[in-house]
């Protein structure tokens, strides 16, 4: 899904990207790419990110976000409930990779600004005044308290 989580890379260093520049001098990387791995893998994969536990408690933590940006007076549209999804299976992923077999309200928090600060528009009149939608989610994340 390519609207599930906006993540900024930056540029490189003026250094490397010489370096990627004499290293594609003569062929594409992608011209060179073999697979690491197969289907069955990934959707095992898959599969076991979506049986990461999820408290209930951290789960209405996430719904709760969610909420709070569409009701928020800086916002003229908050996100929808596949935001809320995203955040859980986004949270889900995370503590996947990280081997916990739960979703903590740290991953939950850790994730709400990728997940859901591009699905947010931010009012004009807000916009005007510097206000962007990173800041106010930061603002919604500083007023919810996770659960303990």
Known sequence: DRFFVRLHVGYPAL????????????VHPIEQLEPVTGE?????????????HINPEVAEY????????????????GASPRGTLALARAAQGLAFVR???????????????????????????AAAKGREAAAIL?????????PV
């Open 15 to 26: 250094a490397e990207e010489l370096r990627i520049l004499d290293a594609q001098a003569l």
């Open 40 to 52: 069955a893998d990934i959707l095992a994969a898959r599969d076991a990110v979506k049986r990461v």
């Open 62 to 77: 996430a719904a709760r976000i969610v909420a709070a940006t569409r009701q928020h007076p800086d916002l003229r549209l």
């Open 99 to 125: 081997g916990s077999p739960y979703v903590t309200p740290d991953l939950v928090k850790t994730l709400a600004q990728p997940v859901l600060a591009h699905r947010l528009i931010v009012r004009p009149q």
């Open 138 to 146: 930061q603002e919604i994340l500083g007023e919810l308290p996770p």
